[in-house]
């Protein structure tokens, strides 16, 4: 069974950092890019960006090109997600997910609030 | 980047109605790379229809997709009770930059 298991839910104030991990299993990590995915409160879902897990090259959405980091570490099948200088508009559920036409993969989701 | 846009925003239907739904793309993609997804409360989006028209795994047949170009519909033929949800379209383009859409909310009449 494939899963993506992500970190916990967290409250952060703003302006800092926070750092979201994604553990995938049953599913050969070099094989498909990690995607992430952010929606907001009552909002629909706005693609984040990607990493290629085989080299760690990465491709963003212009929206979140400058205060988004996202890695892989192939030895712990793990990509990581880092959002920083952290503003109340970055409060949302977090999503990575394998996307490649029907291999198709959602990890649970993390919740960031941003509040002081 | 593809700008997707899906129309309308909410849908007031009742069980057994059926049910179009549109997204429409701001330059011409690949059938090949535009999905449909639904989503419920408090839970991921799930995967119904790949490749414009193939539905995914243990998906059932009331659900098609279909359309090319820059016009794409999902279409639900008799709706259900646990089909009230939100729908999304994507596209995945070539320059591997992902979208998408706004969302359409399929609910209660």
């Known amino acids: 069974e494939v899963q993506l298991v992500q970190s916990g839910a967290g409250v952060k104030k703003p302006g800092s950092t926070v750092q979201i991990s994604c553990k995938v299993s049953?599913?050969?990590?070099?094989?498909?890019?990690i995607h992430w995915v952010q929606q907001a409160p009552g909002q629909g879902l706005d693609w984040m960006g990607l990493?290629?897990?085989?080299?760690?090259?990465?491709i963003f959405a212009e929206k979140f090109q400058d205060r988004v980091t996202i890695t892989a570490d192939t030895s712990r099948n793990t990509a990581y997600m880092e959002v920083r200088n952290l503003r109340s508009e970055d409060t949302a559920m977090y999503y990575c997910?394998?996307?490649?036409?029907?291999?198709?993969?959602w990890g649970q989701g993390t919740l960031v609030t941003v509040s002081s | 980047e593809v700008v997707v846009t899906q129309s309308p925003g909410t849908l007031s239907l009742s069980p057994g109605d059926r049910v179009t739904l549109s997204c429409r793309t701001s330059q011409s993609v690949s059938s090949d790379y535009l999905s449909w997804y639904q989503q419920k409360p408090g839970q991921a989006p799930r995967l119904l229809i790949y490749?414009?028209?193939n539905r995914a795994t243990g998906i059932p047949d009331r659900f098609s997709g279909s359309g090319s170009g820059t016009d794409f519909i999902l279409t639900i033929s008799r709706l259900e009770p646990e089909d009230f949800a939100v729908y999304y379209c994507q596209q995945y383009g070539s320059s591997r930059l992902l979208t998408f859409g706004g969302g359409t909310k399929v609910e209660i009449k």
């Open positions: 990493v290629d897990p085989v080299d760690g090259e990465t």
């Open positions: 997910a394998i996307i490649n036409g029907w291999t198709n993969y």
């Open positions: 490749g414009t028209s």
């Open positions: 049953g599913y050969t990590f070099s094989d498909s890019y």
